[in-house]
């Protein structure tokens, strides 16, 4: 684990952090970093991830690790290691050197979190282990993250609030993955030239992200078929005349993500066809984006995006009929089936392990409706929340071929038109935008999105 250079600032953050924290809650919390799961063995672990709420108030990912959080003081639990360790894993900073880092009070062994247990109130990490450990030190049952009760839900809902906003430490953390992650789509772009294989643009990609100490924040999608939207195959090969569509985002060593997609032609030219519906998925990328700004309805800007991408493809002939009409039957989700974004932070989709509370307003629940289930995130927009904006076209051959559709869109799509742009399976344009006081950044700008731009930087 790489110590930062600047802990005093990071001690600074956290007890920020804490004093927040007190200001909405009043009893004592436990949070557990997690442990590695075994990947065929036991020794041969997969990468060890920590639990983001732990990382929000102990900074640093410390494996096999709990923090107990009382107002202002902060404890730090873990056992040192064992002697035999330095031969396999070398020096490890011991628990006192942790605490001095990260402005705890105090380290403990393990063993002693249990006097600490009484009346304090957890969230479920997602290893299944540490799960165990959390029902025997608290001696009670631990409810999955997204079911939490009583003073469990009440830390959760004070955590949601804490994390929808973020501070500056977290902004420089996220600016910095995004800055990795532009030079990452810039390397797929001119790696694609010579590339055979999908998974020769993928390794050009998570090569900067590797190089630059970081590790995706996500299984990266790097795909000619990008009508399968979290598609993690890598073995087709790239042709001219594909679209390429990369989502590969990078997250720094303290745990902060970015989100990023971009479609770009193996030929280093868009035909006509795909020039014309990426220009319509760009079209409602770019009115959102206009409208991000503090009250807005998240809501209202993915339906802004069904309005724009219905409306381009009437406009293509694909579609037939009034927009507003089409956008009523969800007509626009037979192409854009998902949501236009999600928030991000510690998570690329933040906070999701506690299902729709972090996402949905309190009283809102999921859509049932084709053309709004899958929005993930349903709020008016706050200064500080960081949303990704993502609006795509696909040809999913799930929906375009099931007969229920087929019936129910029969009229409404001109399906001999829609034959004609067989070269554009799947687009997608992604960016990271922050709302300000009273508008927006978009953080990941300097990665063009427009055909020129893209045409020219490849
Ligand atoms: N980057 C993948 C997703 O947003 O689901
Ligand atoms: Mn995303």
Redesign the pocket.
């Known amino acids: 684990m790489q110590i930062p250079t600047n802990h005093i600032y990071l001690a600074t953050i956290l007890l920020k952090r804490r004093q927040n924290l007190a200001k909405l809650i009043n009893f004592p919390v436990i949070l557990w970093s997690g442990s590695r799961s075994s990947r065929n063995f036991p020794a041969n672990t997969f990468p060890f991830r920590c639990s983001s709420h732990f990382l929000y108030f102990a900074g640093l990912p410390i494996e096999n690790a709990a923090i107990c959080l009382e107002g202002e003081k902060l404890t730090l639990f873990m056992d040192n290691p064992p002697p035999s360790n330095l031969l396999w894993h070398g020096e490890i900073p011991t628990g006192d050197r942790l605490a001095e880092i990260i402005g705890a009070d105090a380290a403990f062994p393990m063993s002693e979190l249990k006097f600490y247990a009484t009346n304090a109130a957890t969230i479920s990490v997602q290893n299944p282990i540490t799960k165990i450990t959390q029902s025997e030190v608290l001696n009670r049952d631990i409810f999955p993250a997204n079911k939490a009760e009583e003073i469990d839900l009440e830390l959760t809902k004070a955590i949601i609030f804490l994390r929808l906003s973020h501070d500056d430490a977290a902004l420089t953390e996220i600016k910095q993955a995004v800055a990795v992650t532009m030079e990452a789509h810039k390397a797929g772009m001119a790696a694609t030239t010579n590339a055979k294989f999908e998974a020769n643009i993928r390794a050009a990609m998570e090569n900067i992200i590797i190089s630059d100490n970081m590790t995706c924040?996500?299984p990266s999608?790097v795909t000619v078929h990008g009508e399968v939207?979290?598609n993690e195959e890598y073995f087709h090969p790239v042709q001219k005349g594909d679209l390429l569509l990369a989502?590969v985002?990078a997250e720094t060593s303290l745990g902060w993500a970015s989100?990023v997609?971009r479609t770009w032609p193996v030929s280093g030219k868009f035909s006509s066809t795909q020039k014309d519906i990426y220009d319509v998925v760009l079209a409602a990328h770019d009115h959102c984006i206009s409208q991000i700004k503090p009250g807005v309805e998240y809501l209202d800007i993915h339906l802004l995006a069904a309005k724009v991408i219905a409306e381009g493809l009437v406009d293509l002939g694909i579609l037939k009929g009034k927009v507003e009409d089409l956008v009523e039957m969800d007509a626009h989700a037979l192409f854009f089936p998902?949501g236009i974004?999600?928030l991000l932070g510690l998570d690329?989709?933040d906070m999701e392990d506690l299902g729709d509370l972090a996402g949905y307003e309190i009283g809102r629940e999921r859509s049932n409706r084709f053309g709004l289930g899958f929005l993930r995130l349903n709020r008016p927009l706050i200064p500080g929340m960081l949303v990704?904006i993502?609006p795509g076209f696909y040809q999913v051959p799930a929906i375009l071929n099931n007969q229920e559709m087929r019936g129910k869109y029969q009229n409404i799509v001109n399906w001999e038109k829609l034959e004609k742009f067989s070269d554009v399976r799947g687009i997608r344009i992604?960016d990271d935008v922050l709302v300000t006081t009273n508008g927006a950044e978009v953080l990941t700008q300097e990665l063009p999105t427009n055909t020129d731009g893209i045409e020219n930087l490849m």
Do not use: F, N, S
Request: aromatic share 6%; glycine share 12%; charged share 25%.
């Open positions: 924040a996500y999608i939207l979290h989502d985002g989100d997609t998902h974004g999600h690329v989709h990704t993502e992604e």
